[in-house]
C-alpha cells in the first residue's frame, strides 16, 4: 500500500506543471463565464494548443496503456465537456418557461388563432424556424449585469474607427456561435452607403409593425392588462403616424394554438400571416417585429431619456449562415439591407440616445426578416421592465425610425 502511494505521490510531482496549467484553464474558464462567447474562442484555442498536451500527459501518466489510439478515441472529454457546459448554459440560463407567460396565460380563456395559414408569396408553404429560449426572438441573449437609470452623455461612437473590423464588432455587435459575422459580410462602409430613405405617403400604407410573440408581457402584467407588447407596438404605431407615415398594425396571434403556447411554430405562423398582409398592401416598404425580451431575474434594462426611465432595446439579426457555410433551405436576399437596416438604426441611436440600445445581436437562421429590406427584429426591454419603460421606449424609437427612413 505505502508503495502504491508513494508511485502515486511521485506522478503527482512529475506532472504538476501540466495539472496546475489545466486547473488554471479551468478557472479562468468558469470565473469569466459571463463573457461566454469570448471566453469559448479564447479557450478553445488555448486548449487546443496545451490543454490538449497536459489532458494527455495526465492520461498517459496516471493511468497507463491509455496513450495512443485509446487516449485519441477519448478526445480528453473534460475539456470538451466544459465547453458543451458553456454553450449549452448560455441557452439554459434564460431558457424555460417565461413567468410573465405563466400569469398572461393563466387569466386569459381564450385567444384569436389562426386555423388556416396562408402560403407564401410564391405559393408554397414555409419551413419552420425554429423557436429557441424564453427570449421570444429565436436568440439567446446575452446575460447582462444589472443595470440602473442613467442619463446619456455624448456619443461614445468615433465614426473614423467604423472601417476598423475590431472596433466595429466590439462596439456594436454580439454575435452567438450559430451565426457567421466575417468581414465580408459585417461592412459599416456598405452598410451606410445604402440608401433607406423612403417617400411619405397619404394613401397606402408603408409600415407593418406585428408581433411573432404576441403574448410576452412586462413585469406590472396582469395588475395592468395593458402591459403587453403588442399594447407597446400600438403606441409605436400611433407615434410613426403622427410623423405622416400610415401603419398597419397586425395584432393576430401565432403564438397560441388551440390555447396552449406554441412557441417553436411561431415563425411559421407569423410568415404565413405577414406574407398575406404584403400581398393585400404591396406598398408596404418596412416591416418590424415588436418583442420583449427575457433576461435574468436580476437584470434591468432601463436608461434615462428626456428624464423619464426608458427600457433598453436591442435589433436582432439573422444571418442565414452559420459558421460552416450559408443554411441553403433559408435564403435571404435581402440579408445585407436588413443588417445595414439596424446598423443605421443602431448608430444613430448611439449617437443621439447613448445607452439606449444595446448590441446588435446576431444568430444564425432568418427569423422573417426576407420579406423587405428595411426589416427589423426589435426587442423592447425585458419581462423585469414596467409597461411604462416599455411605452416609453417608443418614442427614441419612433424617432431614430423616421430619421434613417427620412434619409438622416
Known sequence: MRRRWYYWKRRFRADRPALLLFLIFLLAAFLLAENRSEVRGFGKKLYEQYGVRAAQIFLE????????AGTENMR????????????????????????????????????????????????????REPETAEQGTGGEKPVEEETVAVKPAGSVVIREKLADYDYLMKQFYNVHT??????????????????????????????LIYHTHSQEAYAD??????????????????LLEERGYRVIH?????????????????????????????????????????HRDGVS????????????????????????????????????PNRTANLAFSFQLQLLASERYPGFARKIYLKGLRYNLHVRARSALIEVGAQTNTYAEAVNAMEPLADILCRVLEGE
Do not use: C, H
Not at 221 to 238: F, I, S
Not at 259 to 273: N, P, Q
Open 221 to 238: 402584467y396582469p395588475e395592468n392588462p395593458d402591459a403587453t407588447v403588442v399594447n407597446v407596438g400600438a403606441r409605436l404605431a400611433e
Open 250 to 290: 397586425d395584432t393576430s396571434v401565432y403564438d397560441l394554438k388551440d390555447g396552449k403556447l406554441d412557441r417553436s411554430s411561431a415563425y411559421t405562423y407569423a410568415l404565413d400571416g405577414i406574407s398575406g398582409i404584403l400581398q393585400k398592401y404591396p406598398s408596404v416598404d418596412v416591416v418590424l417585429d415588436l
Open 76 to 127: 480528453y472529454p473534460v475539456g470538451n465537456e466544459l465547453f458543451r457546459y458553456l454553450e449549452e448554459s448560455e441557452e439554459t440560463e434564460i431558457a424555460g418557461e417565461d413567468p410573465a407567460y405563466r400569469k398572461l396565460l393563466s387569466g386569459r380563456q381564450t385567444a384569436k388563432v389562426r386555423e388556416d395559414p396562408k402560403t407564401d408569396e410564391n405559393g408554397s408553404r414555409m419551413e
Open 297 to 332: 431575474e436580476g437584470t434591468r434594462l432601463v436608461t434615462e431619456i428626456g428624464g423619464k426611465e426608458t427600457a433598453k432595446i436591442m435589433f436582432f439579426n439573422g444571418t442565414s449562415q452559420t459558421p460552416e457555410g450559408p443554411i441553403e433551405y433559408l435564403p435571404n
Open 61 to 68: 501518466g496516471w493511468f497507463p496503456g491509455q496513450s495512443g
Open 178 to 207: 450559430t451565426a457567421a459575422a466575417g468581414r465580408e459580410l459585417i461592412d459599416a462602409g456598405q452598410f451606410l452607403r445604402m440608401d433607406l430613405s423612403l417617400q411619405k405617403s397619404e394613401e397606402e400604407p408603408q409600415i
